[in-house]
């Protein structure tokens, strides 16, 4: 028996997809409460993303269309986009990988980082809950306890009793997935899928680097079945 842990973020999922799904819920409101096209707006916010616009990215829309300011602030399109309930799917063979491990017996487990309310919805939409174990919701402890923080970690080792190489951390973000496990002498494995939101970064360190590297779910399946 073994111990597989995920991450969610851009690991079962792709986050982009979150995006674009936030984006289309705060296009809904903004149309709701003011009459702009939610099209437009959808259209405005989308661009940006793809120009490579990571952050404030509903500031620069309420500069651009101050008229949206008189009815929604800030905040509140800010609460909406993490409050939503997304439309998101998991990645190709994801799901086939997850009940492949539990037939064989082993136990899964999710670490995940992220306003609780949002990765709470997230995990709802994607109707993952029944695969794991365990789910750890790093929020919950507050933002401090956020990988790359250990809690987490030592959380699941603590459940099954269990340490070292019988865990396996699969997860996407080379600067906090995989230091946390490394240092707990985890086993590591990027999944690295272009349209991630990490896909080019490189670890700066081989503190942060992964044991191992797949380039989808069928690559990951390999791995983990040798
Ligand atoms: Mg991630």
Same mark, same amino acid.
């Not at 997304?86 to 064989?104: F, G, N, W, Y």
């Not at 306003?115 to 402890?141: A, C, G, R």
């Given at each position: 028996?073994?111990?597989?842990?995920?991450?969610?973020?851009?690991?079962?999922?792709?986050?982009?997809?979150?995006?674009?799904?936030?984006?289309?819920?705060?296009?809904?409101?903004?149309?709701?409460?003011?009459?702009?096209?939610?099209?437009?707006?959808?259209?405005?916010?989308?661009?940006?993303?793809?120009?490579?616009?990571?952050?404030?990215?509903?500031?620069?829309?309420?500069?651009?269309?101050? %008229?949206?300011?008189?009815?929604?602030?800030?905040?509140?399109?800010?609460? !909406?986009?993490?409050?939503?309930?997304?439309?998101?799917?998991?990645?190709?063979?994801?799901?086939?990988?997850?009940?492949?491990?539990?037939?064989?017996? !082993?136990?899964?487990?999710?670490?995940?980082?992220?306003?609780?309310?949002?990765?709470?919805?997230?995990?709802?939409?994607?109707?993952?809950?029944?695969?794991?174990?365990?789910?750890?919701?790093?929020?919950?402890?507050?933002?401090?306890?956020?990988?790359? !923080?250990?809690?987490?970690?030592?959380?699941?080792?603590?459940?099954?009793?269990?340490?070292?190489?019988?865990?396996?951390?699969?997860?996407?973000?080379?600067?906090?997935?995989?230091?946390?496990?490394?240092?707990?002498?985890?086993?590591?494995?990027?999944?690295?899928?272009?349209?991630?939101?990490?896909?080019?970064?490189?670890?700066?360190?081989?503190?942060?680097?992964?044991?191992?590297?797949?380039?989808?779910?069928?690559?990951? %399946? %390999?791995?983990?079945?040798?």
């Amino acid at each position: 028996m073994k111990v597989f842990v995920f991450d969610l973020d851009d690991t079962l999922y792709l986050e982009r997809d979150y995006v674009f799904s936030g984006f289309q819920a705060v296009a809904e409101k903004i149309e709701e409460k003011s009459g702009l096209s939610s099209e437009l707006v959808y259209e405005e916010l989308i661009q940006g993303f793809n120009n490579g616009l990571r952050a404030k990215n509903f500031d620069r829309l309420l500069e651009k269309n101050p %008229e949206i300011q008189k009815v929604l602030s800030l905040e509140e399109i800010i609460h !909406h986009y993490r409050s939503h309930f997304p439309r998101i799917l998991l990645l190709q063979k994801a799901e086939h990988v997850l009940k492949c491990l539990k037939k064989e017996g !082993h136990f899964l487990g999710l670490i995940t980082d992220g306003y609780l309310k949002t990765q709470i919805l997230k995990v709802e939409s994607l109707k993952i809950t029944s695969y794991f174990d365990k789910i750890v919701f790093t929020d919950q402890w507050g933002k401090t306890y956020w990988k790359p !923080h250990e809690r987490a970690f030592s959380e699941i080792e603590r459940a099954w009793r269990v340490k070292g190489q019988d865990l396996v951390y699969i997860g996407d973000n080379p600067e906090k997935d995989f230091f946390p496990a490394k240092k707990r002498f985890w086993k590591t494995i990027r999944l690295r899928i272009p349209g991630q939101l990490h896909y080019t970064d490189e670890p700066k360190s081989k503190e942060y680097a992964p044991d191992e590297e797949c380039r989808s779910f069928t690559e990951l %399946e %390999e791995i983990l079945f040798k």
